[in-house]
Structures are given as structure tokens and as C-alpha cells.
């Protein structure tokens, strides 16, 4: 509904290396002035429209304001293999996808905006497949500049990591090959040298499911929501020009960071969704290029994290709030079965200290109950899960009791800094790529690493790529409950804070990223 400006708007192989290589990619940070964040909930919030946003702390504002809740919710399309092809012999099985990069207009204020889309859309449509089915998905560049593919959370081989230096030119396409051999809710967006931030918040992510297909369906095997009601959660910000376009001033405002006024969810401004008084699934990834978010319902209610970045938890985590940073995902119900109909629950963003907040971005999505319900069977909260990828099956107890243990040793430790007016990890930058190499752990090590954030009062969200770890210890305000649970790929490192990840590096052997996932300063630092 949302492809093209035409349509209605708003409607209901082996690398030969001994050593696993991981590279500086760069060191991309949003500064807090300073001070060490801290979380601010406010009692309740009264949803208003103002008539004009000022700007903050230095940046802009979009000169046309968008009304919150005047569109319906909708999540992206699923998009279905061109061709799978079986081995009758090995009864394995490969799916072909092929996707198109390319710009398009899309409607949000009644007249076109230029969005840069896969197949149209912006975010991109979700690819479902079963765990251990492989895939081949080609990217096709209709774009003016060169791109390049990283599938977050995905355990592939080199070549189709996405470097950021492997660019897939204008009229060409790359066919990445993808093992699928972890559940979860991965993430695919681009990851191009010197275009990273850009093209990303132009639109260029989408999410990428990888479900328990042995029995039944995934939701069926951990007895969570029917499929009808497991939804994308895609947010992002975005700042507008008066002639409607996407407004990113690189080497201004945007310089080291970039925070827009309107809060976009599946890429439509603060929507609203009627919902059935019925328990809902929500994969929420946080897609923005700077802005971290404190998720919250505006009654105070209970939500229950069920998934992390990669992977189902052991035990469902009751929480009234929760941080996300950029490139962080977590699964959560919402049970709206004890809601009168017609009674209006709002999705909310608290303040992180020193994060602007424009007039309207403490605002997410709008929930409505609804007088219909469907015959679909509804599910209880579960209090436990089954784990898809269970922490003992890749870090003993010993392991994570050292991690967890801040006067053991660690393997390595990484201190994100900054020099001569570059953010460095350990004293170095990309662009020395005689050192780009900071780590060779060898196939098959568990490594604890210590990772500590000497660079004042800036964030650090610290993307590793191959590998899962577990946030095993952090100074100062602990380790998150759901963190013990389940793995991640994305920790949030915060200003003078220290964190202990430990990993089990593999499957594969070869050189890899590890970065800062705030994506404006990855830009800034790809060269």
C-alpha cells in the first residue's frame, strides 16, 4: 500500500585463514553533553499536537509538522522466494530472493517524498524462513551510488558480511549467501564506505525472521502469538524540509549526529492500530541512525520481553520499561485482554538525558481496542520459553561466572576514545589499515572482553559481527535481566562505563567488523 506514490496511502564457502580476524570498523558515538544519562518517566503523558517545533540543542526542526495517529498502522509486505530449490539426497534447501535498491516516492504529506527502498519499499519487506534453510538473496542497485549488504545478527561468511569497502556499483548486483542458523529477528540494511548514515536514513533497512520451522511454526513451538498477531516494529526519526524531502545537512547539523522530529514506525508517522483484546507480538527494532529510545506504555503497563537481539530468553521478562539503542532489537507482549473496548493505550519514548526531545518525539504509536475479535485462539503470557540457542551450547558456567567476575582477567580489552579529532578503539581508526586488525581470536576461543568507554559523555552502541555474546557484567548500573537471558550483538556502552561480553567465536574463520552502530559517525569515519 505504501509502494510507490501512485498507491493509497494509509489503508487498514571456506576461506583459507587460520584466525578469525576482527576489524576496526570505526567509532561512531552521540555525545551527552558530559553528563552520564539517566532515565526520566514521567508519571503520564497527555498526547498533544503543538503547532510548530522549535529546534534542539542545535538541531533543526522540520518547518511542516505531521499530526500523530491520523494513520493506520501497517507492517511491510513478506516477500516470497523467486525460486527454492531441494536436494533430493541431502534434503537440504535453498530459497532465492531477489531485491531491487532503488528510489521511490512515497506519501506522507499528500505530495511525494524520495525514499531509497527495497522493492518499493521503505522499510524493506520482510524475508521468513526456517532456521538451517539457506537463501541467496540478490540485491540489485538502481541507485546513483555504490551499496553494500550487512545482514545484522547473521553468522555469514566474509564475502557476505557486507565490508563496507565491498561495493556493489550502480547497474550491478551481488548475490549474498546466508546460513540461517540462528532464530531471531535480524535485520538487513546497508553498510557502505562513506554512505552508511545516509543511505540508511534515506531508508535503506528491513527485517529478516529466521523461525523454528522442525514441528509447526515458531509461534505455535514456543506457544506465543498466532502469526496474524507477530508484527514489525520498525522505528526510526526523521527531519523534513519545506518542500517535503528528507532533510540530512552532513557537514552542519548532521555533522556527528542526527535526530529528527518525526517518529516513523514501519516507516508511517506515529500511527495507530485497533487491537483485539488479545496478547500481541511486537518485533521492535530500533532503526534510527542516532536515536536511542526508552519504550514505555503511557498507563504504566506491563510488557514482557520474550526475545533479545538473537534469540528467545529462557524465562519471559516482566518489565514497564526498557532502553533500546540504535540497531538493538527486543520481542515484547502486549496483553490486551483486561482492556475495555475503546480504551486508548499509547506507545511511549522517555527522556534520555541530554537526547533531544522535539514536541512530539515521547511519542511511538497509539493502540485502540477494538469491538471485533477474531476466532483465532488467543495464548497466555508464557513464563518460560523454549531456548532456541541455549547459553550452555556455547558458554559454560565457568566462562560466564569469569565474564561476570570484574577482578578476573580478561582476554582483551578495547577502549573507545578519541585522538586528533577521530574516535578511535584502542588508539586506532579505520584508515590505518596496516592496524586494522585488533583481535585474532582463533575458531571455536570463548573470549571475554572488556569494553570500556574513555571518550567522556558519548555512547557507544558496539555492533561485534559473526558472533553472539552475553552481556556478562557492567559497571554502574548493572546488567539488564533480559541481558542474562538470551544473546545479543548490540551493547549499549555508556558514558565512563565498563561492560564484560563474553563470546564464543565462530563458525567461520576470516576478518570481521566490530563497531560503533551510531550509523552518522560510521559515515563520518569510513575512510
Avoid at 506507545?347 to 533531544?356: A, H, M, R, Y
Wanted: hydrophobic fraction near 35%; charge should be neutral; charged fraction near 20%.
Amino acid at each position: 500500500k505504501r509502494q510507490g506514490i501512485n498507491a493509497e496511502y494509509g489503508g487498514p564457502g571456506s576461506i583459507n585463514m587460520v584466525w578469525s580476524s576482527f576489524i576496526l570498523l570505526t567509532i561512531c558515538i552521540f555525545q551527552v553533553n558530559g553528563q552520564a544519562a539517566s532515565l526520566f518517566i514521567p508519571n503520564s503523558y497527555i498526547p498533544m499536537q503543538l503547532d510548530d517545533c522549535d529546534d534542539e540543542n542545535g538541531f533543526p526542526a522540520s518547518p511542516i509538522t505531521l499530526p500523530p495517529f491520523v494513520n493506520v498502522f501497517e507492517t511491510p509486505p513478506k516477500l516470497n522466494p523467486t525460486l527454492s530449490v531441494c536436494n533430493s539426497t541431502t534434503k537440504k534447501c535453498i530459497d532465492y530472493f531477489e531485491i531491487r535498491v532503488k528510489p521511490q516516492d512515497i506519501l506522507l504529506f499528500n505530495t511525494p517524498t524520495e525514499f531509497w527502498t527495497y522493492n518499493g519499499y521503505s522499510p524493506g519487506p520482510t524475508i521468513k524462513i526456517c532456521k538451517n534453510r539457506q537463501s541467496v538473496v540478490r540485491f540489485i542497485n538502481e541507485l546513483s551510488s555504490g551499496i553494500s549488504v550487512h545482514l545484522h545478527g547473521s553468522s555469514s561468511l566474509p564475502p557476505y558480511d557486507g565490508w563496507a569497502d565491498d561495493l556493489t556499483q550502480p547497474g550491478k548486483y551481488k548475490d549474498y549467501v546466508y546460513p540461517n542458523n540462528r532464530v531471531g529477528t535480524l535485520w538487513y540494511h546497508d553498510h557502505a564506505v562513506h554512505q552508511t548514515a545516509f543511505q540508511a536514513y534515506k531508508g535503506l533497512a528491513g527485517q529478516y525472521w529466521v523461525v523454528d520451522c522442525s514441528t509447526c511454526s515458531d509461534s505455535f513451538n514456543q506457544k506465543l502469538p498466532h502469526p496474524n498477531y507477530d508484527l514489525e516494529f520498525i522505528i526510526s526519526d526523521k527531519v523534513f524540509k519545506s518542500n517535503f524531502q528528507l532533510l540530512y545537512d552532513k557537514g552542519g547539523d548532521h555533522d556527528d549526529n542526527l535526530y529528527g522530529d518525526h517518529i516513523l514506525i514501519n516507516g508511517i508517522p506515529w500511527p495507530y492500530l485497533q487491537v483485539e483484546k488479545r496478547v500481541y507480538r511486537f518485533r521492535i527494532l530500533n532503526a534510527s541512525v542516532s536515536r536511542p529510545y526508552l519504550v514505555h506504555l503511557s498507563n504504566g503497563g506491563k510488557m514482557y520481553i520474550v526475545a533479545t537481539d538473537v534469540g528467545y530468553v529462557k524465562n519471559v521478562q516482566s518489565v514497564t520499561y526498557f532502553k533500546l539503542g540504535v540497531a538493538e532489537r527486543n520481542d515484547i507482549l502486549i496483553d490486551f485482554t483486561s482492556y475495555n473496548v475503546g480504551d486508548v493505550i499509547y506507545l511511549l519514548n522517555g527522556e534520555l538525558s541530554s537526547v533531544p526531545m522535539f514536541c512530539q518525539t515521547h511519542l511511538l504509536a497509539k493502540f485502540i481496542v477494538a469491538p471485533f475479535q477474531s476466532a483465532i485462539p488467543d495464548v497466555p503470557i508464557p513464563s518460560t520459553l523454549k531456548s532456541t540457542r541455549p547459553l550452555s551450547d556455547f558458554i559454560s558456567d565457568s566462562d560466564l561466572a569469569n565474564a561476570a567476575n570484574p577482578n578476573k582477567a580478561a582476554d582483551r580489552t578495547f577502549e573507545f576514545g578519541r585522538s586528533g579529532g577521530q574516535w578511535t578503539i584502542n588508539g586506532r581508526v579505520w584508515e590505518d589499515i596496516a592496524n586494522r586488525v585488533v583481535a585474532t581470536p582463533k575458531k571455536d576461543a570463548v573470549e571475554i572482553w572488556r569494553l570500556r568507554n574513555g571518550s567522556g559523555g558519548w555512547f557507544h552502541p558496539v555492533h561485534i559481527h559473526l558472533v553472539d555474546f552475553i552481556v556478562a557484567w557492567r559497571k554502574n548500573i548493572g546488567v539488564f535481566k533480559w541481558e542474562l537471558e538470551a544473546a545479543k550483538d548490540v551493547v549499549s556502552l555508556g558514558p565512563g562505563e565498563e561492560i564484560r561480553v563474553v563470546a564464543k567465536f565462530g563458525p567461520h574463520i576470516g576478518k570481521y567488523m566490530f563497531h560503533c552502530h551510531n550509523q552518522l559517525l560510521q559515515h563520518k569515519r569510513l575512510r
